[in-house]
């Protein structure tokens, strides 16, 4: 369906009802600001002294066997930027919260001028601590798989696991063409690069005796050109299937976007997908350590991966050809985030990563690489309009990063409590509001719980808004999917205010028709003149 058509008139209908809701909207406005600006005066009052959060027994997971597969591996790895040295880990109790390490990195994030609205914008592109356990454990992850790698079976696709197959209805990757033909999935990746500028990619040099199965110098035949066509779409097509099967909101917004650009989309989805699938797909290794042990291990296969496809071309699986083709038509595309998300990864890991989060900008630097490295991974995709630079949107960029995360963690409070054992709610906040961790454990809602939820929404919108600005800088083409994806998903925080605050046991929820219906109010925002001469009532 193309906006043009359907969408637009569905704006015409909806847009008539606008003078209907101004009143009500107005005063609902006027109301929420004045409780914004009460709960600004609270956060100006958070004391610096923190409680040290209490540990808790690690959560036994199942988890399924992995692929085995023998990699060409670089042997030079790029190093993140180094920061300061760490210094003594900090143990707050049974849980491991390695606070005395990302501490070295929260201080070494880039801060943007600060915001009028009362929120940081911090960029963490490529911040990590050499000498951190995390680094120093996925580094010798990396030289293990370097010395054999294997990985153990799977019957499943790396980052592919029995509930991904489940929640999309079949099983992924796997195409009879790949089974009648082996040569087809490299002989395609060479077609793929044969697209790209000379010297694009670098060419590796191999002996007789490596094993050629992601070989860049598999052979591809012009006259085999549909073959090769054929292969890549429906491999898209299949991305864009686990996109909307996971990420329906962000999967609504890229039908907003031009067929290449969306497609492009979902290869960059499905591979974050994939990468936070390693981490939190059940394991059953043994024991929690034996568990840890397999995650790295995947992590680091998963990493030097990712470097082999940027600088060499290579891929690994049929899903990696989407990836592929995105980086040769976007060359733009940077590594960065990505490696980025990997580490964010790393702070999901039982015991090696942090399961407490003292202040906000320690969970603002998890933030940036499970989310804002989205935002940069999306921007050279969605592209800029005339005289905005890629720097200049990124503050927008990593805004909206924050508040999709912040939105995600207040509406799985209970959930991840109950399940995963994790609070990510800062400990300085609760403390703030008298919140006890066994309160969320217990899922026991009070009014200190509510004022604690009004003050995160309020702290989540501001996020928003400060994305909201990056919006007119983008592609006219990509600002309506963006401005989609932002409405609906600010709207979760409207449905836990519906909710009455109550996180801890109702999951928020937008229906298809209230995302559908926020479309012609998000084409409106989208008219950059009009909407700021006229913005509605929410926007004052």
Not at 111 to 132: C, H, M, P, T
Not at 194 to 202: H, L, N, T
Not at 271 to 293: H, Q, Y
Not at 467 to 484: H, I
Request: charged residues 25%; glycine residues 4%; contains cysteine.
């Amino acid at each position: 369906m193309k906006f043009s058509d359907a969408a637009l008139s569905t704006a015409l209908v909806s847009l008539t009802l606008f003078s209907e809701q101004c009143n009500s909207f107005t005063t609902s406005t006027l109301q929420k600001h004045h409780q914004h600006q009460k709960l600004q005066q609270q956060r100006n009052r958070i004391e610096e002294s923190l409680l040290s959060p209490f540990g808790l027994p690690l959560q036994h997971t199942k988890t399924k066997k992995k692929k085995q597969s023998l990699l060409h591996v670089s042997t030079s790895t790029e190093d993140s930027t180094d920061s300061s040295s760490s210094s003594a880990n900090a143990d707050g109790g049974e849980g491991n919260t390695n606070n005395s390490i990302i501490s070295n990195e929260v201080l070494s994030g880039k801060r943007f001028s600060s915001s009028s609205i009362g929120i940081e914008v911090v960029d963490y592109a490529s911040v990590s601590d050499q000498n951190s356990n995390m680094e120093k454990a996925l580094t010798e992850a990396r030289e293990k798989f370097l010395l054999t790698g294997i990985l153990p079976e799977s019957k499943h696709l790396m980052g592919i696991n029995d509930e991904v197959v489940q929640e999309v209805g079949r099983e992924i990757g796997q195409f009879e063409e790949l089974v009648s033909d082996a040569s087809l999935l490299q002989s395609t990746a060479s077609y793929i690069r044969s697209k790209a500028k000379p010297g694009f990619f670098e060419t590796r040099t191999t002996t007789s005796s490596e094993d050629t199965s992601t070989s860049t110098s598999t052979p591809f035949f012009s006259s085999d050109k549909q073959k090769y066509e054929a292969l890549l779409d429906k491999a898209y097509e299949e991305s864009g299937e686990v996109t909307s099967a996971f990420a329906k909101t962000f999967y609504l917004g890229t039908q907003l976007l031009p067929p290449e650009a969306q497609k492009a989309i979902w290869a960059v989805y499905v591979w974050c997908r994939r990468t936070d699938e390693i981490v939190d797909a059940p394991r059953n290794e043994g024991s929690d350590e034996l568990n840890n042990e397999a995650m790295l291990q995947d992590l680091a296969c998963w990493e030097l991966r990712l470097e082999n496809l940027w600088k060499y071309g290579e891929i690994e699986d049929v899903l990696d050809l989407p990836l592929l083709d995105s980086l040769v038509k976007y060359p733009d595309l940077p590594i960065e985030p990505f490696v980025d998300m990997i580490r964010g990864m790393l702070m999901d890991i039982p015991v090696l990563g942090v399961e407490r989060y003292k202040e906000f900008d320690e969970l603002h630097l998890y933030c940036y690489r499970v989310a804002g490295t989205v935002g940069l991974m999306s921007m050279p995709i969605f592209g800029t309009k005339n005289g905005i630079t890629y720097q200049d949107a990124k503050e927008s960029a990593l805004s909206l990063g924050v508040a999709f995360q912040i939105t995600n963690i207040l509406r799985d409070v209970g959930e991840d409590a109950i399940k995963r054992k994790r609070i990510y709610l800062p400990t300085d906040h609760l403390k703030m509001f008298n919140v006890t961790e066994e309160q969320l454990f217990s899922q026991r809602l009070d009014q200190n719980y509510i004022n604690l939820m009004k003050y995160e929404i309020d702290l989540a919108r501001k996020y928003y808004q400060k994305a909201q600005e990056g919006v007119y800088m983008l592609s006219e083409e990509s600002r309506l999917p963006v401005q989609t994806s932002l409405d609906c998903y600010r709207k979760i925080l409207d449905k836990i205010e519906d909710n009455g605050y109550d996180s801890l046991t109702k999951r928020a929820y937008v229906d298809k028709w209230e995302k559908m219906r926020t479309i012609p109010f998000s084409w409106y925002r989208t008219q950059e003149e009009l909407s700021k001469a006229l913005p509605l009532p929410e926007d004052w």
